[in-house]
């Protein structure tokens, strides 16, 4: 749970009220996140609450995740990758 608490060091104990963690873009893709939270072969280890008004998800880890084709949020990650290895691009 180390990470736990260095998320709550740098970004104070409400996480939500902390302006320097941003919201997602719009319902769409929050739909979309929140989707692959929920349906995760995974554990949610860490974080993972939502608030649909204010666009918020939780930092979230994923733990015991099976790496499965079947898996979106596998799935998407894969996707994400092929997408930065072909463009030689890093997500930073």
Same mark, same amino acid.
């Given at each position: 749970m180390e990470f736990k608490r260095v998320l709550k060091e740098f970004y104070g104990e409400n996480l939500q009220d902390n302006q320097d963690l941003s919201r997602i873009i719009n319902a769409r893709h929050f739909g979309r996140l929140r989707r692959m939270i929920n349906e995760t072969k995974g554990k949610v280890a860490i974080g993972g609450s939502v608030?649909?008004?204010d666009l918020w998800?939780?930092?979230t880890v994923i733990g015991n995740s099976?790496? !499965?084709i079947s898996n979106k949020?596998?799935?998407q990650l894969l996707i994400i990758d092929n997408?930065? !290895?072909a463009n030689n691009n890093s997500p930073l």
């Open positions: 608030d649909e008004y998800i939780e930092p099976i790496i !499965s949020l596998t799935n997408k930065l !290895s």
